[in-house]
């Protein structure tokens, strides 16, 4: 059975192209607490790479991307 994962906060970065999905994630995550849950759907390409490698070098957690079409949301979790 499918984990749920309930978002503290969502990002709706549809539409928007490198570098605007990193650095809105960026902005919105620094207003969040340790261990919230941001949501972000993207429909950039790059963002399947740049936001997990992102989240890698900044120390917050990927816990699941979801896949539909062209969209893809990413679970993110405030870890510091």
């Known amino acids: 059975?499918?984990?749920v994962i309930t978002a503290d906060a969502e990002l709706n970065c549809i539409g928007i192209y490198c570098p605007g999905p990193i650095a809105m994630t960026r902005d919105k995550i620094?207003?969040?607490s340790t261990?919230?849950?941001l949501k972000v759907d993207t429909d950039d390409p790059s963002a399947e790479e740049d936001l997990p490698r992102w989240a890698k070098r900044t120390g917050h957690e990927v816990m699941n991307i979801e896949k539909s079409g062209a969209t893809m949301t990413?679970?993110?979790r405030r870890v510091k």
Do not use: A, L, N, R
């Open 30 to 32: 620094d207003t969040m």
């Open 35 to 37: 261990g919230q849950v």
């Open 1 to 3: 059975m499918p984990q």
């Open 74 to 76: 990413f679970y993110i």
